[in-house]
Each structure stands twice: as structure tokens, then as C-alpha cells.
């Protein structure tokens, strides 16, 4: 039994790399980060500004790593900084006309090649992909978590 499931995970972990690296191939072939086009895909879906912090959260990705890509995509003139009210540390992150401009020719075709890939699985494969996964990252955690 052990030896099926060794097999069954290393199944899963190829997948989800697979997974990984279409993204990374998308991203890397329209000339962002990994990181750039995932924080795009953020303001764009959201139609509003965000904070860092709240960028930091949404993606996993450690404030450093946010700080980074945030300054080239400034530098590219597709976000600016602006200050939240109330609060001199943090500062929300927005696109510019051109960052939506951008984000429309960049992160737009790929919501809708993911929404087609989604919609293509029926109502109940996707109900069993989202609660297995999340079932899943759950109990991945806690092992984690127990493990060291």
C-alpha cells in the first residue's frame, strides 16, 4: 500500500509542477515573473487597488518577494504606490491606465483559458477538484506542522 500511494504522490507532485510551469511558460513568454503576472491577475480580478500586504497574502508569496516584482512592474509604469489613509507604513498598490491596458492583453486571456479548462469539467468534477485540494492542502499542513 505504501508503495501505491509513493506512486500515487509523485503522480500528484508531477501534475501539479506541470501545472506550475504552464503558468511560468505564460508568464516568462509575455515577458513578466512569475510573481509580476500573478500580482496583474490580482489587480486586475479585483478591479481595485490592493495592499502589499494583502498581495503577500493572497499569493503566498513573502514581502520581499512582493516588494520586487511590485518595483518592476512601477518601473515599467504598470502600478503605482499610493498611500493608505491612516497608515504611513503600508501603501496600496493600483494599475495605471497602461497596467490595465496590459493586464487586459496579458491577464485577460489567460482567465478565459482557465474559465474554458474549468467549465469543461463537469459541475461535479469541479465541486471534487476544489474540496479534494483543499482537503488535501489542510492535511498537508498539519503534517508539516507536526513534523519538525
Known amino acids: 500500500m505504501e508503495d501505491r500511494i509513493g506512486e500515487q504522490l509523485a503522480a500528484f507532485d508531477r501534475l501539479y509542477k506541470e501545472m506550475d510551469e504552464g503558468y511560468h511558460l505564460y508568464a516568462k513568454g509575455r515577458g513578466f515573473s512569475d510573481t509580476a503576472l500573478w ?3 490580482s489587480l486586475y480580478e479585483r478591479g481595485a487597488a ?3 500586504r494583502e498581495l503577500c497574502s493572497a ?7 512582493v516588494n520586487s516584482a511590485i518595483k518592476a512592474l512601477e518601473e515599467r509604469g504598470l502600478v503605482e504606490l499610493a498611500p493608505i489613509p491612516g497608515n504611513r507604513k503600508n501603501k496600496q498598490v493600483l494599475l495605471t ?6 493586464a487586459r492583453r496579458v491577464v485577460l486571456p489567460l ?4 474559465r474554458a ?6 459541475e461535479g468534477e469541479r465541486e471534487a477538484l476544489l474540496s479534494l485540494t483543499r482537503r488535501y492542502v489542510g492535511l498537508l499542513w498539519e503534517k508539516m506542522a507536526s513534523a519538525g
Open 39 to 41: 500580482l496583474l491577475y
Open 50 to 52: 490592493q495592499s502589499q
Open 59 to 65: 499569493w503566498h508569496y513573502p514581502p520581499q518577494t
Open 97 to 102: 491606465p497602461k497596467g490595465e491596458e496590459e
Open 111 to 114: 482567465m478565459e483559458a482557465e
Open 117 to 122: 479548462a474549468f467549465r469543461d469539467l463537469g
